[in-house]
C-alpha cells in the first residue's frame, strides 16, 4: 500500500504539500548514533534517518542514510569531550544546514545521550529546530548513571532543557538497566535491551501512524494529544502469549521496570496505548484492557488508543504505553510550533473521515468507534475488580510532591539506593 | 505539689503527645500518652499544615483525656534537614578580687556566647553546654574555683525561621505554649543513653520516618549532633519502587519481612503482596526485599560516617553506638551499623522505669523531652528563676516580642 493513502490530503492543509507523512529518526552524538544504527535492524524502513555529530570518525562508521557533521571549525572533527557549551555554540553557527534537513519533516524522533557534550548540548537544539518547522518531536534520551557524579548533573540540566523543546521526553537512566536485563545479563545485553525500549517506542508510534490495523490513530490524533505539550513522560511495555496473553501483557506492563523509576510519572494526562497482537485478539478483551490501562494510569479524557493485527504473532500479545502528564506544573513550552490545534480542528471528526485509510475493514472500525463511544459512557460503572485495588492507593512516588531534590554530594537521596548503585533486583 | 507537663514530637509518620506529672521527691510518672499518624510531613518538614495540625491536636486532646487533666504548655522537638548545628564560645575575666570564679562571671560569659546571631532567616533553636574552660582547664563546676579567665562553649543548633515557626504554630493554634525546643537527637540521647554512656562515649542515632538524627557525646558533653534526611520512608519507597508495588504494601511488606541483610544461609522464599489472593496480588522474594533494604542502610550509614568524619573514632566512643527510633525495629540493623561505623553498635535499652508499653524505640525523642526538661541543664551556680534558657529569650524575635 502506499503511504499516500494512508492520509486524506483535503483534510489537512499542513501535509497537503508533502506527498506523505515524513518521520525521521535523528541521532545526536555518539550513544545517539548507535541507537541510530541499531534500529537498521528494526524494519523501520519507512522512517529517514539522520545522525548529527562533530565526531567525523563516529559518524563516518555510522550506517544512517544520512550524516551532518559540523563544528568543524571547533573541534577539528573530534568530539568535544563532554563540553556541552561547545557543542551547542558550534550548532547555533550553523544552524541553516540543520534547518534544511528538517524541512517538511512531520514526526521526529530524537535520539541523545544526554551525559555526552554533542547528545546534551544539541538534543535541544535540533528539538527546537524541528518544532519551528512544524514537526512533532518524541526525545528518547538515555541517561548516564548516577555515579557518573558531574556527567549525571549535566545530563540532567540537559534534560530539563530538552523538556522545553520536545513534545515528549523518554528519559533512559542506565541505572534502570540492570533491572531490565535478566539475572545473568552481560552488560552488552542491557545495553541492547535499553536499544530495544527506543526501538519499542518508536515502532509504537509508526505503526500507529502507518500500518492499517483494527483500531487506527492517524497523525492529527497524535499531534492533538501530544502537541505542545511537554512535562513528564511514562513509557512502558508488556507482553503476554497463550489462552491468557492479554492479561497476562497487563500484568507485565504493570510491573514494567521503564514505569518503576524515579522522574516517571505514575499517572498520564494523555495516554497513548497500543496493543499488537495475533488474529486471536479479542474485542472485549480488548476493551477492558484499554480500560484497566486508563485507570491504571488515571487517564483523562485524552487517550489514543491502537491496535493492531498481525498474523505473525500467533497468540503473542504486546502492549506498550507512552503518556505524558504535569503539564499545569511543567516548565513553559518554548512555543515555536505552529498551533496544534488549528490542524486539528480540520479533521476533528471521527475516523469515518478517512475513507482511503480504512477502506478494508473500515466497517469494523465504525463498530469500533460505536462501541468505545457507548464504553465511555458507561466505564464510571463498570466493576473493575481485577486491579481495582490499587485505584484507591497514593500514585505518585512518596517524595514527588517535594519541590527540591535530596541531594548529598552529588546524588539524589530520594532515589532509591539500589538503583543508583546499580544493584540488581530479581523479584 | 505536683505539677503536669507535657511533650509533643511531631514525626513524620506519627505525631506524639506525652503528658507527664512531676512531684517533689517523686521521679516523673507519664500520665497520658497518645499517637496519631501524621501525613503532612514529609523528612521532618511539615508541607501540609491542616494535616499536622488536626493530628497533634487529636493526640494531644486523647493525651489529656487520658491523664484526666489539661496541659497548659508543652516542650517540642525540633527536627528537619534545615537544621545546623555549629560551636559558639566566649570568656569572661574573672571579676573578684580573690581570684575566685563567681556565677556572674559565668553568666556574663554566657550571655555573651548567645549575643551571636545566625544569619537572616535563621534562628537558634537550642543551646546545647559543652565543657566549661577555666584557664583552658575542662572543669564541671567552676564556681569558687581560683582562675583568671572562664570560658563557655555550646553547640549551638539553628535552623529556618519559617520551619521553626510552622512548628509553633501547630502548637500554638492549640492554644498551647511552648516551652522550650529541644533538638531530637539531645532528647532521644537524654532516655537511651545515660550519663555513664556519654561520659564513655557514646553515638546515639535516632532512626525515624523521614529523618535520622544523630548526636555524639564525648566526655560527658555533646560534641556534634546532625540530621539526615533519609530514613525509614526512604526504605519503603525504595521497596515500592523496587518490588513495583504501591506504597501501603511497600510498607506491610517492610514491617513484615524487612531485614537489614539477607541471611544467606537461608532458603529463599516467596511472599505475597496485598496477602488477599485476589487476581492482582504477586509473590515477590524476600532477597529481594532485603536487598534493597540493605544497600539503603549501608548507604545512610556511610552518610552518617562521611557526616561524623573524624569524630567516629572508636578510642573515644566507648560505650558505643546505639541505635533507636522506628526505623531500628529493622532485624539486622545493628549488625549493618557495626560493620559501616566500624564501631559495636546495640539497639537501645530503656530505663527500666519506663513501663513497657512505653519503652519502644520510636518513643525515645517524645520521652526524652519530657526527662531532658527535668534536667539540671542551668549553669552552675545559677538560681532556679533566673533561668534564662527559655524560648523567648532564644526566638523572641521570631515571634515578634
Known amino acids: ?427 | 505539689m505536683s505539677k503536669i507537663i507535657g511533650a509533643v514530637e511531631i514525626g513524620t509518620s506519627k505525631a506524639k503527645a506525652l503528658v507527664g506529672e512531676v512531684s517533689e521527691g517523686k521521679p516523673l510518672s507519664i500520665v497520658g500518652m497518645a499517637t496519631r499518624p501524621n501525613e503532612g510531613m514529609r523528612k521532618g518538614e511539615i508541607i501540609d499544615f491542616n494535616k499536622v495540625g488536626t493530628s497533634v491536636h487529636t493526640a494531644l486532646a486523647e493525651a489529656e483525656k487520658m491523664s484526666g487533666t489539661t496541659v497548659d504548655s508543652i516542650y517540642l522537638a525540633q527536627t528537619g534537614s534545615h537544621l545546623s548545628g555549629s560551636v559558639l564560645r566566649a570568656s569572661a575575666n574573672v571579676s573578684s578580687s580573690d581570684g575566685r570564679v563567681s556565677a556572674s562571671d559565668l553568666q556574663r560569659a554566657a550571655d555573651e556566647a548567645k549575643r551571636r546571631k545566625p544569619e537572616n532567616g535563621r534562628s537558634y533553636v537550642h543551646y546545647v553546654r559543652m565543657p566549661i574552660l577555666l584557664d583552658g582547664r575542662p572543669v564541671e563546676d567552676p564556681v569558687g574555683m581560683i582562675g583568671k579567665k572562664v570560658e563557655i562553649v555550646y553547640w549551638a543548633i539553628e535552623g529556618n525561621d519559617s520551619a521553626i515557626r510552622a512548628n509553633l504554630d501547630v502548637a500554638n493554634s492549640y492554644g498551647l505554649e511552648v516551652d522550650d525546643l529541644i533538638l531530637s537527637s539531645i532528647a532521644s540521647s537524654t532516655l537511651v543513653a545515660g550519663p555513664d554512656l556519654k561520659r564513655a562515649g557514646v553515638l546515639v542515632i535516632d532512626m525515624g520516618a523521614g529523618v535520622t538524627d544523630l548526636a555524639i557525646y564525648r566526655s560527658g558533653h555533646v560534641a556534634y549532633t546532625g540530621v539526615i534526611p533519609v530514613g525509614g520512608d526512604h526504605v519503603s519507597g525504595d521497596l515500592a519502587m523496587g518490588l513495583r508495588v504501591f506504597e501501603p504494601y511497600a510498607e506491610k511488606l517492610k514491617l513484615t519481612y524487612g531485614l537489614a541483610q539477607h541471611d544467606s544461609s537461608a532458603q529463599d522464599e516467596k511472599v505475597w503482596i496485598t496477602n488477599e489472593k485476589t487476581i492482582g496480588d504477586r509473590a515477590v522474594s524476600r532477597k529481594a526485599i532485603s536487598s534493597i533494604i540493605h544497600v539503603r542502610v549501608v548507604e545512610l550509614f556511610e552518610i552518617i560516617a562521611k557526616e561524623l568524619g573524624d569524630f567516629l573514632n572508636p578510642e573515644e566512643l566507648g560505650a558505643g553506638v546505639v541505635l533507636t527510633g522506628g526505623a531500628s525495629r529493622l532485624p539486622g540493623i545493628e549488625q549493618v551499623a557495626s560493620m559501616v561505623l566500624g564501631v559495636p553498635a546495640r539497639k537501645a535499652t530503656f530505663p527500666s522505669e519506663i513501663g513497657k508499653d512505653l519503652a519502644q524505640p520510636e518513643n525515645a525523642t517524645v520521652l526524652g523531652l519530657l526527662h531532658y526538661a527535668l534536667e539540671d541543664n542551668r549553669l552552675p551556680g545559677q538560681p532556679k528563676s533566673n533561668e534564662n534558657s527559655g524560648i523567648l529569650s532564644k526566638i523572641g524575635g521570631l515571634l515578634g516580642i
Request: proline residues 4%; contains cysteine.
Open chain 1, 1 to 427: 500500500m502506499n503511504q499516500e493513502n494512508f492520509l486524506e490530503p483535503s483534510a489537512n492543509p499542513h501535509l497537503q504539500d508533502c506527498p506523505g507523512l515524513r518521520a525521521m529518526i535523528i541521532g545526536v552524538g555518539g550513544a545517539g548514533t548507535s541507537l541510530v544504527d541499531g534500529l537498521r535492524f528494526d524494519n523501520f524502513d519507512y522512517v529517514e534517518n539522520l545522525v548529527i555529530d562533530v565526531d567525523v570518525r563516529s559518524l563516518a562508521d555510522s550506517l544512517a542514510a544520512e550524516k551532518l557533521t559540523f563544528g568543524r571549525r571547533h573541534t577539528r572533527g573530534m568530539g568535544t569531550g563532554g563540553d556541552v557549551k561547545l557543542a551547542r555554540r558550534a550548532i547555533e553557527e550553523e544552524k541553516d544546514k540543520l534547518r534544511e534537513k528538517l524541512d517538511g519533516v512531520d514526526l521526529v524522533f530524537l535520539l541523545a545521550g544526554l551525559g555526552g557534550g554533542t547528545g546534551g548540548g544539541v538534543a535541544s537544539v535540533v528539538a527546537r529546530l524541528a518544532r519551528e518547522r512544524g514537526a512533532l518531536v518524541f526525545a528518547f534520551a538515555p541517561m548516564p548513571f548516577s555515579w557518573e557524579k558531574s556527567r549525571h548533573a549535566q545530563a540532567e540540566e540537559c534534560l530539563e532543557d530538552l523538556r522545553k523543546h520536545a513534545n515528549a521526553v523518554i528519559p533512559l537512566p542506565n541505572d534502570s538497566l540492570l533491572q531490565i536485563g535478566g539475572p545473568d545479563a552481560t552488560a552488552l545485553e542491557c545495553f541492547a535491551e535499553a536499544g530495544r525500549n527506543v526501538s519499542r517506542g518508536i515502532s509504537a508510534i509508526c505503526n500507529l501512524i502507518y500500518r492499517k490495523g483494527m483500531i487506527d490513530v492517524d497523525f492529527v490524533h497524535l499531534r492533538k494529544a501530544f502537541g505542545g505539550r511537554a512535562g513528564r513522560t511514562l513509557f512502558g511495555y508488556g507482553k503476554g502469549a497463550g489462552k491468557d496473553g492479554l492479561r497476562e501483557a497487563m500484568r507485565e506492563l504493570l510491573v514494567c521496570p521503564m514505569l518503576h523509576l524515579p522522574d516517571v510519572s505514575k499517572a498520564a494526562d494523555i495516554l497513548l496505548i497500543f496493543i499488537n497482537g495475533g488474529p486471536n485478539l479479542g474485542m472485549s478483551a480488548l476493551q477492558s484492557a484499554s480500560q484497566e490501562i486508563r485507570e491504571a494510569f488515571k487517564a483523562g479524557e485524552q487517550v489514543v488508543f491502537g491496535a493492531h493485527v498481525d498474523e505473525n504473532m500467533g497468540d503473542e500479545v504486546r502492549i506498550i504505553v507512552l503518556g505524558a502528564t504535569d503539564l499545569g506544573t511543567a516548565s513553559p513550552m518554548a512555543d515555536v510550533a505552529p498551533p496544534a490545534q488549528e490542524v486539528f480542528h480540520a479533521t476533528s471528526k471521527p475516523k469515518e473521515t478517512h475513507p482511503s485509510r480504512l477502506s478494508i475493514n473500515q466497517k469494523e472500525a465504525k463498530k469500533m468507534v460505536s462501541k468505545r463511544g457507548s464504553k465511555k459512557k458507561t466505564s464510571e460503572s463498570l466493576e473493575q475488580n481485577t486491579f481495582s485495588f490499587m485505584e484507591d492507593q497514593n500514585q505518585r512516588g512518596i517524595f514527588d510532591n517535594l519541590p527540591s531534590r535530596n541531594m548529598y554530594e552529588g546524588e539524589d537521596l530520594d532515589v532509591p539506593t539500589y538503583l543508583r548503585r546499580g544493584v540488581q533486583i530479581n523479584l
